[in-house]
């Protein structure tokens, strides 16, 4: 037994004099002959090059001491900046025992200086993607946490004079934000993170907190989080908490959102969505899976009110946008933005000193073709300069940058306009293709809120087609193709529209005023063509009581240019009257209306066949249906326009007062 005493007596003698050997060996070592070893590990891990320019040193004890200096991670190969990650300086201490055990507990960690480059590139490759390993996919089954509890604890995180940036030039982003302090601590005190720097070419501002990072690892109960941020004039504010924050589970955040354009979101959030007056608006925020819900919306853009609730699922390839929102009180100047035009009610682009009226906004094709979305949208009721409107039904679906509107429905003075509209981002040159139907719209009714809505009167229905393409709003409508009509039935035009012509122009033209009533017609047609842009009128058609004024010419979309003659030829012989034609020239924006005394009188006279004057309009009947029991005025005219007995005088049944009988009955004379 003496001998096994000794024995054991001798080998705990070996073992004490070979870990005081060892620790005496690992005190001297020079740590900075493993530096080359310790990189090239890390580069073959990363399939990334990982240098240490600096010392290496460490500090046996408990806890154990480490310093590095110089530390570089190299970029992507395709990327413009060399590296990727640098830190000046790292200092942390790593308690021993409780590795034993399979745990990380730091007592301090210090980051002196880090910068660290995020980017993609135009093809959607990320650099911190690091490429092919065979060890890669096991390292990171081993590595990645399951739960808060998997995460090492660190007890107080310093970070001094960093730097972080983030590059996305698909999504126009550029974040060189500075990292002034990122703290923690035991018990109650906080994490808090503040950067500054600069984002897509604006100002940028974070402040973050949360718990402290012992709350983040041990705490069962759901780690509360704050967020306030500001880019440019965009002011973002989170409040809430997150149950399990590593896999961003149990998300349950109210979110405050305001600025001055909501289209200053798309880079942020990458929701396309167009130009805005002012907004605010709150929700909350939560996550289920890929999905992410923005519910209980409720706000303000411009003077409209906005409520419903919006999804961003980042599943699949693109983000897909599902949303519901309804505006119980719209403003119609707060729907500018969709058709490229300014809310703010500027125009778009001066040309020569003046201003053209068709906006010459760019299709946005980086929004059409960053996500895809299939958003329903109802405004109740539609408040537009001159009348409330009724509701406004839509529904967006926006597919590898193909935009669909389809319904595209919003009620007007008791009738609708209805169809579809579609614009094609995914082509080279982006085309717009819109066919909406115009039917049984009431003008009394439409300015029912207006100070002349007892003046006005008459039923109109119509079409629009019309096809383009082009890289604006402006190039799409002057390369367009398609047609445009409209009949307006049995109707009065207020004093007030009247008196702001001169009154010499309506003379020449024979229509007869009456003081200040409003002028009755029986009906007025518009039936023209676009090719090319070019608008060509087919029929231009206004049956007052004593007159028919016919207009023909044409409008130039490219450059808005302004060419037609208008006509008024007497259904029975006036005094005052000179039938001379009244040129309208200039633009669309600034038209100017004359008359040339020298042309002859005679291409006004009575005596020229109804027949030949409204022949076009036999082709309209069918494209604007005007023969309805809603618009028999319309319906007759068209009708006594193909009548043989209508071939030898202007002085047809269409001299029918505005309260006449509909067809069928005896024809009258001017009222």
């Not at 907190?209 to 004039?233: F, N, Q």
């Not at 919003?410 to 509209?421: C, D, F, M, N, S």
């Not at 029991?629 to 326009?641: I, S, T």
Request: aromatic residues 4%.
């Amino acid at each position: 037994m003496a001998v096994v005493k000794w024995i054991g007596y001798g080998l705990l003698g070996l073992v004490v004099t070979v870990a005081a050997g060892v620790g005496i060996a690992l005190a001297v070592f020079d740590w900075n002959d493993a530096r080359g070893f310790i990189a090239r590990q890390a580069s073959k891990a990363l399939n990334r090059e990982v240098a240490i320019d600096g010392d290496l040193n460490v500090q046996l004890g408990d806890p154990l001491r480490i310093r590095v200096e110089g530390l570089r991670v190299a970029n992507a190969d395709w990327s413009d900046d060399r590296t990727m990650a640098e830190l000046r300086v790292l200092d942390l201490q790593l308690r021993v025992w409780p590795l034993l055990r399979g745990d990380f507990e730091f007592p301090e960690i210090r980051l002196t200086g880090p910068k660290l480059l995020l980017e993609k590139n135009r093809e959607g490759a990320a650099n911190w993607a690091f490429g092919p390993d065979p060890r890669k996919e096991a390292a990171k089954e081993t590595v990645k946490p399951e739960d808060r509890n998997d995460l090492p604890i660190i007890e107080t995180l310093v970070v001094e004079e960093g730097r972080l940036r983030f590059r996305d030039p698909i999504r126009k982003i550029d974040i060189d934000s500075g990292v002034n302090t990122a703290v923690g601590g035991n018990g109650d005190q906080e994490v808090r993170l503040e950067g500054k720097g600069d984002f897509a070419g604006k100002p940028f501002t974070l402040t973050a907190a949360g718990g402290s990072l012992e709350y983040l690892r041990d705490d069962p109960k759901p780690y509360p989080l704050r967020v306030e941020t500001a880019i440019g004039k965009t002011r973002g504010k989170i409040e809430g908490s997150i149950a399990e924050p590593v896999l961003l589970q149990g998300v349950d955040l109210s979110v405050d959102l305001r600025g001055d354009d909501l289209a200053d979101v798309f880079p942020i959030l990458g929701i396309p969505v167009p130009t805005t007056r002012p907004y605010a608006i709150s929700g909350h925020l939560g996550r289920e899976g890929d999905v992410w819900r923005f519910e209980g919306m409720n706000g303000k853009v411009g003077e409209s009110d906005l409520s419903g609730q919006v999804a961003v699922d980042l599943g699949g390839e693109r983000p897909r946008i599902t949303g519901d929102l309804t505006s119980r009180k719209l403003a119609a100047v707060d729907l500018a933005g969709f058709i490229g035009a300014s809310p703010e009610g500027r125009g778009d682009y001066p040309t020569k000193g003046r201003e053209r009226i068709i906006p010459a906004t760019e299709v946005p094709l980086e929004k059409l073709r960053t996500a895809d979305m299939d958003v329903k949208f109802r405004g109740e009721h539609v408040e537009a300069p001159f009348s409330t409107l009724d509701d406004l039904d839509a529904r967006a679906k926006l597919e590898n940058g193909r935009l669909v509107l389809d319904p595209l429905s919003l009620g007007v003075g008791g009738g609708r306009v209805a169809g579809t509209a579609v614009l094609d981002g995914g082509r080279k040159t982006p085309a717009l293709d819109v066919n909406l139907d115009i039917r049984q719209i009431k003008l009394a009714r439409l300015f029912r809120e207006t100070a002349f809505a007892q003046e006005m009167g008459g039923t109109a229905s119509g079409r629009i087609q019309l096809k383009g393409q082009g890289t604006t709003v402006a190039n799409i409508l002057g390369a367009s193709d398609g047609k445009l009509g409209v009949a307006v039935d049995g109707g009065r035009i207020t004093s007030y529209a009247v008196k702001g012509l001169k009154t010499n122009i309506l003379e020449t033209l024979g229509v007869v005023l009456s003081g200040d009533r409003p002028l009755p017609f029986n009906c007025l047609v518009a039936d023209v063509t676009v090719k090319n842009g070019l608008v060509e009128s087919r029929a231009l058609v206004l049956d007052t009581p004593e007159t028919l004024v016919t207009a023909e010419g044409t409008i130039n979309l490219r450059s808005e240019a302004v060419d037609m003659t208008v006509l008024g030829r007497a259904k029975s012989p006036q005094i005052f009257a000179t039938h001379v034609p009244v040129h309208v020239r200039g633009t669309l924006g600034s038209p100017d209306i004359g008359v040339n005394a020298t042309e002859s009188a005679a291409r006004g006279a009575a005596a020229v066949a109804l027949g030949v004057l409204l022949t076009p309009l036999a082709s309209v009947l069918p494209f604007l249906d005007p023969g309805s029991d809603e618009q028999p005025h319309c319906g007759e005219l068209v009708r006594n326009a193909r009548s043989p007995s209508n071939s030898n005088t202007g002085s047809s049944g269409t001299g029918k007062g505005r309260d006449a009988a509909p067809s069928g009955s005896q024809s009258g004379k001017s009222q």
